[in-house]
């Protein structure tokens, strides 16, 4: 999945008109709920919403270039924070600490964003001293409640935020966002979206298995070829994976978030911040340990160029075959100096 941004939020315009506008006027709330079901997309919504409102940009959207964007994409901002039940519920020893942390200034930015997940899990205790920090806010904070049934929480706390619904999506907005996220039109799309009742998390869910696990093997084994400098048999699996324009989307937009998984390694030795989770993690770092981060920046721009050559459609399998040549020019002209 590419970086999500308010565009690529589908089937919520209104709500997302109103949350552009907030930061367009500077005038974002103290409190917001975000109220819909499970995989109804209120974590994307609420982690482009926190993004947005620290972004140093002057949209009123993330711009995903600033210190503080590229710090929220790589989960390590200081000033967005993410509270999530233990167990069962939200405890108070969790409330607790959160009024002790956000009682001082954000670190780096204009506001900071706490973002509570299941807050409707709050514990009734919990509740009651929560809402003291809604009752006297203390300057820039401000609380994205992430809620499946808000009616759980006190009334009190409610009124005291901007409530949101998350709308239920229709088959086309379904469809637009499911090929967004690199899945092909067809049969399985359908019967994915018929499943789902509207909720985009669980379509994705029933897609996620078998044909989509098989694609990203392949795509794989296409990059450990590359690893060993085959130059002929990266081109043959290439060859055979490319049937039509649209797989050659779907190849591109797994080799983007390839590359910046291994970016984003090259400061954080975890496989949390990792977007293509299904990838053998070794196979990241060998590429990781053997390319330069300017190596990594010259193959993300040369993915990019690829993408958009591939809106005029000159040939797409020549584009992406001289993508691959030059990914393994990259690589191998610095493997073959070091290793061999
Ligand atoms: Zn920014």
Redesign the pocket.
């Known amino acids: 999945m590419i970086i999500m941004d308010f565009d690529d939020i589908v089937g919520q315009r209104v709500l997302v008109e109103s949350l552009k506008n907030a930061i367009k006027r500077n005038m974002v709330a103290n409190a917001y709920i975000f109220n819909g079901p499970k995989g109804s997309g209120k974590k994307t919504l609420a982690d482009i919403f926190a993004r947005a409102i620290n972004?140093?940009?002057s949209d009123n959207k993330?711009?995903?270039?600033?210190s503080?964007?590229k710090k929220s994409i790589a989960g390590v901002n200081p000033d967005i924070m993410y509270i999530e039940p233990m167990g069962n519920s939200i405890k108070i020893e969790q409330i607790r600490k959160l009024i002790s942390d956000v009682s001082v200034k954000p670190f780096e930015n204009t506001y900071r964003v706490i973002v509570m997940k299941n807050a409707d899990s709050m514990t009734i205790e919990s509740q009651d001293a929560f809402l003291k920090t809604l009752e006297e806010p203390e300057g820039n904070n401000v609380f994205l409640l992430l809620t499946e049934n808000y009616n759980a929480l006190l009334p009190t706390i409610v009124s005291r935020c901007q409530v949101y619904n998350m709308v239920g999506l229709g088959k086309d907005d379904m469809k637009e966002l499911l090929v967004k996220h690199g899945y092909k039109q067809g049969e399985e799309l359908e019967i994915a979206i018929d499943n789902s009742n509207g909720i985009i998390g669980r379509a994705l869910e029933i897609l996620k298995d078998e044909g989509f696990k098989q694609l990203q093997n392949e795509y794989e084994n296409i990059l450990k070829q590359i690893l060993e400098g085959s130059r002929v048999e990266t081109l043959i699996l290439s060859d055979k994976l490319l049937n039509s324009k649209e797989d050659g989307v779907k190849l591109l937009s797994f080799l983007l978030n390839f590359f910046r998984d291994i970016l984003i390694l090259k400061d954080l030795e975890d496989n949390k911040y990792i977007i293509n989770k299904t990838v053998d993690f070794s196979l990241l770092k060998s590429y990781r340990d053997n390319m330069t981060e300017e190596e990594l920046f010259e193959i993300i721009d040369n993915i990019k160029q690829t993408i958009s050559s591939m809106e005029f459609n000159v040939s797409y399998k020549n584009s992406i075959d001289n993508l691959f040549l030059k990914i393994l020019e990259v690589f191998n002209g610095k493997s073959s100096r070091s290793t061999v």
């Open positions: 972004c140093k940009g993330p711009c995903n270039l600033c503080s964007c």
